[in-house]
């Protein structure tokens, strides 16, 4: 049973944004302008951010939503769903196959388990780490988070 979950994160991972909305506002298809890629930085190119920022914002509430559906209701390994939800993104089912390059979709694993680690507890650590992350230690903070914010 555990699979058929999987097998919707990567259907949900599927839905591409960057697709519909500029289908919806422009009444253009995004594979055939700029990069010719289906992601959020390819809309952010052709389109501006007014139309950019909200794909990007939802490419990564996709994946912040499939982790945190997984973890509340233990259907799985968050992790797992979420790689499917990034594999749905970068070869969705509903576009031949051909979609964006997953990096927002990405990054919602770092801000579900940052919002995770946060209302989980206040460790020092923990907090010590958000500070270098909301002021500027961006380098460090992104590849060492594992350390701080493993998931129990």
Do not use: Q
Not at 7 to 35: C, P, Q, T, W
Not at 90 to 98: G, R
Not at 112 to 118: A, E, M
Request: glycine share 10%; charged share 15%.
């Amino acid at each position: 049973m555990e699979y058929l979950y999987y097998l919707l994160a990567y259907l949900m991972g599927s839905v591409s944004f960057s697709y519909i909305l500029v289908k919806i506002f422009k009444n253009e298809d995004v594979r055939n302008k700029g990069s010719k890629n289906a992601g959020g930085t390819n809309v952010i190119r052709v389109y501006g951010w007014k139309l950019g920022l909200p794909v990007a914002i939802l490419d990564i509430f996709k994946g912040v939503f499939v982790s945190f559906i997984f973890k509340k209701y233990d259907l799985g390994y968050p992790v797992v769903a979420l790689f499917f939800a990034v594999l749905g993104h970068c070869y969705p089912v509903f576009m031949k196959f051909k979609g964006g390059k997953g990096i927002a979709t990405t990054v919602s694993k770092r801000i579900s388990v940052w919002i995770g680690s946060v209302f989980r507890s206040c460790n020092s650590h923990r907090i010590c780490f958000c500070c270098k992350y909301i002021y500027g230690f961006y380098n460090r903070g992104f590849y060492n988070s594992h350390i701080c914010f493993r998931e129990n």
